[in-house]
């Protein structure tokens, strides 16, 4: 069956530093996959999106990378800042389903 | 400004009750969705839907049921069948295409008297 692997262990950095959450899945290949945030209490706000096509995508202080032979995508803060101490939801959408999977996410604290 | 609401924001249940959860957008979206998050878990998709007057079944559809007789409106009815409804609901909606880019209203909190 499809599985979606994401860190449950929290990722502690230090404000400034770059945090790296890691989502890797199995047993599908997904024509796309979505970075979301979310925080407690509240919706999913989307961040990203990366097709099958492509390596990389930028946003501001967002990068994720998509790399279809590893069955991983990375996603990367630079510059982290307390503000986005947060879960972060990865959502893989496999070729045959109009709908993205969500894996359980990754907590990221930022100490100042 | 154009968004998600979802009402209420705390819900009770009792024994052998349905109750509706209320979803509303006006982002002129035509997909909307309604997800079950339970603590420490992923989204499970319970329905969706991609126009008015069609729906479909996710992957936890039983239990629950849906209507989709307006664009802006997609309500959720947790029924008696559902025998462990506590968990936090989610509807989201999409413009591009089904799937991409889901934007969330805030969740409804379902717990059991």
Redesign the interface.
Known sequence: SQK?EQN?EALNIQEGKTATLTCNYTNYSPA?L?W?RQDP??????LL?IRENEKEKRKERLKVTFDTTLKQSLFHITASQPADSATY?CAP?GRG?????????TSLIVHP | DGGITQSPKYLFRKEGQNVTLSCEQNLNHDAMYWYRQDPGQGLRLIYYSQIVNDFQKGDIAEGYSVSREKKESFPLTVTSAQKNPTAFYLCASSVDRVGEKLFFGSGTQLSVL
Do not use: A, E, W
């Not at chain 1, 209490?41 to 989307?46: A, E, I, L, T």
């Not at chain 1, 389903?97 to 996410?105: C, D, E, K, L, V």
């Open positions: 979606i449950s796309y979505q979301y209490g509240r919706g999913p706000v989307f999106l939801l959408k389903s109009y709908i993205p999977t969500f894996g359980r996410g």
